[in-house]
């Protein structure tokens, strides 16, 4: 097969190939890159593999970086692109399950893509558009298979990530699993308890945001994967929930992680575990707990003005969205986020500092309190956001 009209991105790094050739070593485009070129999918990292040695590589280019050496990977800088180029190599002792305790460099394609994942990844591209594919991938493309390269057992007790990277492929994509290498996830799925929960997220995600998510769900449930993720009572509850909606489309990471927690029926003690046993930031957990909050009170067909307060637009937005794909009503729950007389404490008509001056309260942590509790009355429409009237209202506030 030949490639009749390369991607810009391909294009741009042409010269480097030709230079790597003209030196007398072979050089290829591999990787993700190509599967997803002859997909007709956007491209996104450019991928080099070549015959040449990382010190040749380096001696044919004035700009370079070592961004891998050990492993044979070299970066070059061509005007404002960078490229990382890898020489051929061959991997052995795996004992963490995850990267090789030897690399080996050779100067033989064929034993490059006999280590790699998946027959649809072990595709190279010459310069001039014509693909190399030794392991039938460009087949499994056309049947819509996701196929281990060689053995599989072989492959996950390598790196037993790619049994995730497997399952993601399949939402991503909209793929099935090829027989052997399914049984293969099944009796190796224990192994994923080897691999770092960080690595481990991060295909997740990509399982989550993919166009037919409930494909790679159904196969982490039938492979038995969610038992060896963090908190795997709760994934697994999730997940065979998640499965049975029809049109599940998630568009953010967001989105994704308040899908997860909803369905548990989490206390906020067991949702904080939860998050933070998959090293999520802080920061996507506040947006998680507040979303799941307004959830629950769409779920309880009430509005509670401090709730999308505290909550804040974006999460309204995002409570509005989720609470669609679980048939909640949303209350027109943006709307009465809009029709908030404030949206922010910095937005009542007096400060801390000015209800100092006038000799109202002292500094203290009962002016935290007082300023909390003018934040309610005036979003739950008691008192007017007006210097005068929350002024008079704190003057009885002393009072009592």
Known sequence: MQIQKMPHEFETARPILRKIEEAGFEAYFVGGSV??????????????????????????????VDTGIKHGTVMVLDGSESYEITTFRTESGYQDFRRPDHVTFVRSLSEDL???????????????????????????????????????????????????????????????IEEATQKAILDHAPLLKKIAVERIQV?????????????????????????????????????????????????????????????????NDQLQKLLKDWKLPNSLIKTVEYTIQVLKMLQDEMIDQEVIFNAGEDNVRLASQIARLLDISDLDIINQYQMLPIKSVKELAVTGGELIKLKLIQPGPKLGLLLNDLKKVVIHNQVTNTQDDLVEYVKKWKEQ
């Open 203 to 267: 295909e997740f995600e990509k399982l989550l945001m993919g166009q037919q998510p409930q494909l790679g769900i159904q196969t982490m449930l039938d492979t038995n994967l969610d038992q060896y993720c963090p908190d795997s009572i709760s994934l697994h509850e999730s997940l065979k929930q998640m499965v049975q909606i029809k049109q599940l489309k998630l568009d953010s990471i967001e989105a994704a992680w308040v899908m997860v927690a909803w369905y548990p029926n989490l206390s």
């Open 35 to 64: 599967r997803d070129t002859v997909l007709n999918k956007k491209i996104h990292d450019v991928d080099i593999a070549t015959s040449a040695y990382p010190e040749e590589i380096k001696g044919l280019f004035q700009r370079t």
């Open 114 to 176: 006999k280590r790699r994942d998946f027959t649809i990844n072990a595709l190279a591209l010459k310069e001039d558009g014509t693909i190399i594919d030794l392991f039938n991938g460009l087949s499994d493309l056309e049947k819509h298979l996701i196929k281990a390269v060689g053995d599989p057992e072989e492959r996950f007790n390598e790196d037993a990530l790619r049994m995730m990277r497997a399952v993601r492929f399949a939402s991503q994509l909209n793929f099935s």
